[in-house]
T-cell receptor, first 112, second 117 residues
Framework: SQQGEEDPQALSIQEGENATMNCSYK?????LQWYRQNSGRGLVHLILIRSNEREKHSGRLRVTLDTSKKSSSLLITASRAADTASYFC????????????FGQGTELSVKP | DTGVSQDPRHKITKRGQNVTFRCDPI?????LYWYRQTLGQGPEFLTYFQNEAQLEKSRLLSDRFSAERPKGSFSTLEIQRTEQGDSAMYLC???????????????FGPGTRLTVL
């Protein structure tokens, strides 16, 4: 069974706008990762945030983590049509790495 | 860096047939993972290897599923007596393994899409 729930399930915005996706999870984690998946293809790792971190940036991406609320958010600033994809959060439990537990994903559509 | 490769990319089979998928990880990676993804869902963990040892198997991996990584390099996933419910995308990922308990970034292949008729 999947640990995470993502919100919203689908998001449609105009190019240039910001996109925010949220992820909630159930159990304590070691780290949380965000992945992107273009239609019918493999997943691309975007960013990893450890359980003792609260915020992380990578280019136009900003990730926050609130372990007290068991939630994370991914912000994509100044979105582009090429950002159109499904975005998944995935959690790692324990301290040995290992399996990722994915949420159900947010389908982002950026209209030019 | 050639990335993770999977073969075949698509497989159509009839119910009851056996199928085998192959995954070639990034060459220096010691961990290899298999996931299954159905339409509109996130990937679900199936199993993973550290070198040639299979360290964890999901309850999703019924007796009809078997995975191997004989020399700690490529891996195969076999499904025997396929059922229509096995139709999904099968994803492989590899990683270096977390150093001293640190994070373990997984790199995914393009997947094998299985359709069982």
């Amino acid at each position: 069974s999947q640990q995470g729930e993502e919100d919203p399930q689908a998001l449609s915005i105009q190019e240039g706008e910001n996109a925010t996706m949220n992820c909630s999870y159930k159990t304590s984690i070691n780290n949380l990762q965000w992945y992107r998946q273009n239609s019918g293809r493999g997943l691309v790792h975007l960013i990893l945030i450890r359980s003792n971190e609260r915020e992380k940036h990578s280019g136009r991406l900003r990730v926050t983590l609130d372990t007290s609320k068991k939630s994370s958010s991914l912000l994509i600033t100044a979105s582009r049509a090429a950002d159109t994809a499904s975005y998944f959060c995935a959690t790692v439990i324990g301290n040995q790495g290992g399996k990722l537990i994915f949420g159900q994903g947010t389908e982002l559509s950026v209209k030019p | 860096d050639t990335g993770v490769s999977q073969d075949p990319r698509h497989k159509i089979t009839k119910r009851g047939q056996n199928v085998t998928f192959r995954c070639d990880p990034i060459s220096e990676h010691n961990r290899l993972y298999w996931y299954r993804q159905t339409l509109g869902q996130g990937p679900e963990f199936l199993t993973y290897f550290q070198n040639e040892a299979q360290l964890e198997k999901s309850r999703l991996l019924s007796d009809r599923f078997s995975a191997e990584r004989p020399k700690g390099s490529f891996s195969t996933l076999e499904i025997q007596r396929t059922e229509q419910g096995d139709s999904a995308m099968y994803l492989c990922a590899s990683s270096l393994g977390g150093l001293a308990g640190g994070p373990d970034t997984q790199y995914f292949g393009p997947g094998t899409r299985l359709t069982v008729l």
